[in-house]
T-cell receptor, first 108, second 115 residues
Framework: LAKTTQPISMDSYEGQEVNITCSHN???????ITWYQQFPSQGPRFIIQ???TKVTNEVASLFIPADRKSSTLSLPRVSLSDTAVYYC?????????FGSGTRLLVRP | KAGVTQTPRYLIKTRGQQVTLSCSPI?????VSWYQQTPGQGLQFLFE???????NKGNFPGRFSGRQFSNSRSEMNVSTLELGDSALYLC??????????????FGPGTRLTVL
């Protein structure tokens, strides 16, 4: 059983900021939150990982509130190439339990 | 640093045959995990190897097996193939698979088609 809950799908337009929220009510004290992006017939690509507050890298930001029961992946100014499935995962690596992910469609 | 590589990228087999897939992890990574991805079941964990030992196993029948070599390269084998084994098989590696910030990096996958 996946440890996370995400919206099944989201729509956006080019140039907009997209925020995908993930719920992980039973996150353990030591768990990190990791987001992956997957294009059809490709392996998931690591986007960002965080433990608390805010993490930012060259492609995304990750916001984690103090209670850590949810997290929000923020993609600034999306383009058509950001159309993909986004997975939120918690827990140690080695045995990742994937949920259904969020299918993001970016329209022109 | 080279990423995770998987060979072959595409494979077509017939029912009843067996198949072996190969995965080379990122240099220095000792944990290798395998996943199966199908449209109906999504991404499912098969097993994880660390230091040539299977450390975790998912809920798959015994027809699915794997091994890891001393250089951390890993193979998975599926015997007596069934139509339902058609899937994208993904390999992922991480430093040790236990650290809570130890990120898994995925390979491009092997697309297996069973006819």
């Amino acid at each position: 059983l996946a440890k996370t809950t995400q919206p099944i799908s989201m729509d956006s337009y080019e140039g907009q900021e997209v925020n995908i929220t993930c719920s992980h009510n039973n996150i353990a004290t030591n768990d990190y939150i990791t987001w992956y992006q997957q294009f059809p017939s490709q392996g998931p690509r690591f986007i960002i990982q965080g433990y608390k507050t805010k993490v930012t890298n060259e492609v995304a930001s990750l916001f984690i509130p103090a209670d850590r029961k949810s997290s929000t992946l923020s993609l600034p100014r999306v383009s058509l190439s950001d159309t993909a499935v986004y997975y939120c995962l918690v827990g140690p690596s080695g045995k990742l339990i994937f949920g259904s992910g969020t299918r993001l469609l970016v329209r022109p | 640093k080279a990423g995770v590589t998987q060979t072959p990228r595409y494979l077509i087999k017939t029912r009843g045959q067996q198949v072996t897939l190969s995965c080379s992890p990122i240099s220095g990574h000792r944990s290798v995990s395998w996943y199966q991805q199908t449209p109906g079941q999504g991404l499912q964990f098969l097993f994880e190897y660390f230091s040539e030992t299977q450390r975790n196993k998912g809920n798959f029948p015994g027809r699915f097996s794997g091994r890891q070599f001393s250089n951390s390269r890993s193979e998975m084998n599926v015997s007596t193939l069934e139509l339902g084994d058609s899937a994208l098989y993904l390999c992922a590696s991480s430093l040790n698979g236990r650290g809570h910030s130890d990120t898994q990096y995925f390979g491009p996958g092997t697309r297996l088609t069973v006819l």
